[in-house]
T-cell receptor, first 110, second 123 residues
Framework: DAKTTQPTSMDCAEGRAANLPCNHSTISGNEYVYWYRQIHSQGPQYIIHGLKNNETNEMASLIITEDRKSSTLILPHATLRDTAVYYC???????????FGSGTKLNVKP | GAVVSQHPSWVICKSGTSVKIECRSL??????MFWYRQFPKQSLMLMAT?????????EQGVEKDKFLINHASLTLSTLTVTSAHPEDSSFYIC???????????????????FGPGTRLTVL
């Protein structure tokens, strides 16, 4: 069962930063936070993952609170192509058995 | 990133027939693959874990005799929907976990990659 809660939808203006929150208050010490996104009628695409330190890659930044009970995915300059459903998943690294929650539908508007 | 393919990308079949969906890892070996189902406007639901050389393990509530899984090689898993009915119409997505034996630099061991999905419509 999914162990995360996310807002159902969010809007973001094109060119602005999109900040997507995720609550995972029951996360265990050995569980990572993964973020994937799914553009309509496609398979999920990996974005980023982290354990407790903040992470950044070419797509996004992941900010994890010190108590690890919540995190925020940041898309620094959202484009129309970033419109998708974003999923936050917690799972033991290498376990890979993902239970998806309902995700957040991000609408990037011109 | 790694490439996982699915075939067919879409299929329409008559009620009562069986449909086979293939999932292939194209540039890495995958001892473990996963099958998901997604109904319209809903999230992905894990159906089963496919293991090369052994039986698949199914999630609670998923009928193993209806959704047959065969992990024939380290790069291929198939899902067969037997005696399909309209309620089986859905988007089926597979994922594959990189075993780390490909020798491709920069590849993260045990990373999971998703296929593009197969749209099944049962009439």
């Amino acid at each position: 069962d999914a162990k995360t809660t996310q807002p159902t939808s969010m809007d973001c203006a094109e060119g602005r930063a999109a900040n997507l929150p995720c609550n995972h208050s029951t996360i265990s010490g050995n569980e990572y936070v993964y973020w994937y996104r799914q553009i309509h009628s496609q398979g999920p695409q990996y974005i980023i993952h982290g354990l407790k330190n903040n992470e950044t890659n070419e797509m996004a930044s992941l900010i994890i609170t010190e108590d690890r009970k919540s995190s925020t995915l940041i898309l620094p300059h959202a484009t129309l192509r970033d419109t998708a459903v974003y999923y936050c998943i917690v799972q033991i690294y290498n376990f890979n058995k993902f239970y998806f929650g309902s995700g957040t539908k991000l609408n990037v508007k011109p | 990133g790694a490439v996982v393919s699915q075939h067919p990308s879409w299929v329409i079949c008559k009620s009562g027939t069986s449909v086979k969906i293939e999932c292939r890892s194209l540039d890495f070996q995958a001892t473990t693959m996963f099958w998901y189902r997604q109904f319209p406007k809903q999230s992905l639901m894990l159906m089963a874990t496919s293991n090369e050389g052994s039986k698949a393990t199914y999630e609670q509530g998923v009928e193993k005799d209806k959704f047959l899984i065969n992990h024939a090689s380290l790069t291929l898993s198939t899902l067969t929907v037997t005696s399909a009915h309209p309620e089986d119409s859905s988007f089926y997505i597979c994922s594959a976990r990189d075993d780390g034996t490909s020798g491709i630099s920069g590849r993260t061991y045990n990373e999971q990659f998703f296929g593009p999905g197969t749209r099944l419509t049962v009439l």
